[in-house]
């Protein structure tokens, strides 16, 4: 008896359909977030915004989701930062400011939220956007860069650093910053005629991943990881590309899946954008979302979490380039092969 109780709180411990993904599409005619299962089954539509609801973050917990919208905006469309539970009950406003907060991202103690923000720019003059921190329950706003641009902040896992896109003297690159503000320093690895996407850390805070666009093509876009060595002050000491089956397939949103064993990004196919993971031990593409509209900003949760779900057994890009299988998704059609 006991042998068999310990075999169900293993299976309940690492049961894999506990992992979601949480994203936004415009496949009911407005941007909005929705959640499913890390297979791509259970697609839940979360939000229902009358204007748009993108870039979503899951609170550590995996019971709220933050977002930013321009809902309930006047005469000029400025974006606050929201918070909504995953099961879409108790919508409420974070930031109130007539200027843009976008790109939230919970804090790993659930405290706090990073936005950033160009609430400091004056009309007339170029914008100005930097990384503000947020208490969860709205109050106590603070600045922590003063950079003039720094977008779309990642908290590390163990709450000591915010990474951020930044442009200081090379162009957009990764940089990592203490929430006080303090000790700067350079994730990136510089290259030529390029712009950095930021993607988020992985579950252990050991490696960051972000995207590489040659003069901000998507089409020409490359995943990096970066290592970092945390031997003394904390760096970048080796930069890899992700080996993706298919190199020319324009990129975004990329972020670690919850275990960091995959990636999980936004590509397009024939136009349109869906939801990808490739798993980095094997290889293997697996297309989660086809939809006509198009889907972006995949955030999972879970670091139990299982690639391969319900024993469904993930495509191989052959197969998917070939069109022997249905894309994984909504079940109802192929679709044409990824040239």
Same mark, same amino acid.
């Given at each position: ?30 941007? #909005? %977030? ?37 809902? $309930? ?49 004056? #009309? ?14 709205? $109050? ?18 163990? $709450?000591?650093?915010?990474?951020? #896109?930044? %442009? ?22 510089? &290259? ?57 397939? *324009? ?23 869906? %939801?990808? &993971?490739? &798993? ?5 593409? %697996? ?11 995949? &955030? #999972?949760?879970? *670091? ?9 057994? *993930? ?13 994984? @998704?909504? @079940?109802?059609?192929?679709?044409? *092969?990824?040239?």
């Amino acid at each position: 008896m006991r042998i068999t109780l310990l075999v169900a709180c293993l299976w309940l411990a690492t049961n894999p359909l506990e992992g979601k993904i949480v994203f936004y599409s415009g496949r009911d005619g407005g941007a #909005e %977030i929705y959640t499913m299962d890390s297979d791509g089954s259970n697609k839940t539509r979360v939000t229902h915004d009358p204007t748009k609801a993108v870039a979503p973050s899951w609170s550590p917990n995996g019971r709220q989701i933050a977002f930013y919208s321009t809902r $309930g905006s006047q005469v000029v469309p400025d974006s606050n930062i929201w918070v909504i539970e995953a099961d879409g009950k108790n919508l409420r406003q974070l930031t109130h400011h007539p200027e843009d907060d976008n790109y939230p991202d919970w804090s790993p103690d659930s405290l706090q939220i990073a936005f950033d923000s160009d609430r400091l720019s004056k #009309e007339g003059e170029w914008p100005t956007t930097e990384i503000y921190v947020i208490d969860a329950d709205g $109050g106590n706003i603070k600045q922590v860069t003063d950079l003039g641009f720094a977008s779309r902040p990642r908290w590390s896992p163990d $709450g000591e650093w915010i990474l951020f #896109e930044g %442009i200081i003297d090379q162009g957009r690159q990764i940089y990592a910053i203490r929430p006080n503000g303090t000790g700067l320093w350079q994730v990136s690895a510089p &290259r030529p005629d390029t712009g950095m996407s930021l993607g988020g850390w992985s579950p252990d805070g050991r490696r960051v991943v972000y995207a590489a666009s040659v003069r901000a093509r998507a089409a020409q876009t490359t995943i990096i990881i970066a290592t970092l060595d945390k031997i003394g002050k904390l760096k970048a000491k080796r930069w890899e590309e992700v080996p993706l089956p298919n190199p020319n397939m *324009p990129v975004q949103t990329v972020s670690f899946g919850a275990n960091g064993k995959s990636i999980l990004f936004g590509g397009r196919v024939w136009g349109r954008w869906q %939801i990808f &993971r490739f &798993r980095l031990d094997t290889h293997e593409l %697996i297309q989660l979302t086809d939809e006509f509209q198009g889907d972006l900003g995949p &955030r #999972e949760r879970n *670091p139990r979490l299982s690639v391969s779900p319900r024993g469904v057994v *993930p495509k191989r890009w052959g197969a998917i380039k070939s069109n022997l299988h249905h894309y994984r @998704g909504n @079940g109802r059609r192929a679709t044409p *092969p990824i040239p």
